[in-house]
């Protein structure tokens, strides 16, 4: 039976991100994205939060850095480890 590894994420950037440079030259970024969930709880409507610590390798790292602030609209396609 084969498994699959496959997240989307859609939400808002928590916070500005982290690039930093391995000893090899290569790019790595850290941002955090919140999403929400809805559930009604008796009458009222409430949001849960959740925050997803996502890292970015390569170019995609070196390129976000230029787009991607704070507060901004983010999707992100990829796997978990």
């Not at 559930?39 to 787009?67: C, H, M, T």
């Amino acid at each position: 039976m084969a498994s699959v590894n496959k997240v989307i994420l859609l939400g808002n950037c928590g916070r500005d991100p982290e690039v930093r440079y391995l000893p090899s030259g290569k790019a790595v970024a850290n941002i955090s994205i919140a999403t929400s969930t809805r559930r009604k709880k008796g009458e009222e409507w409430i949001d849960e939060p959740s925050f997803w610590d996502v890292e970015l390798w390569g170019k995609q790292a070196e390129s976000l850095n230029q787009y991607l602030t704070r507060g901004k609209l983010v999707a992100i396609d990829g796997h978990m480890r």
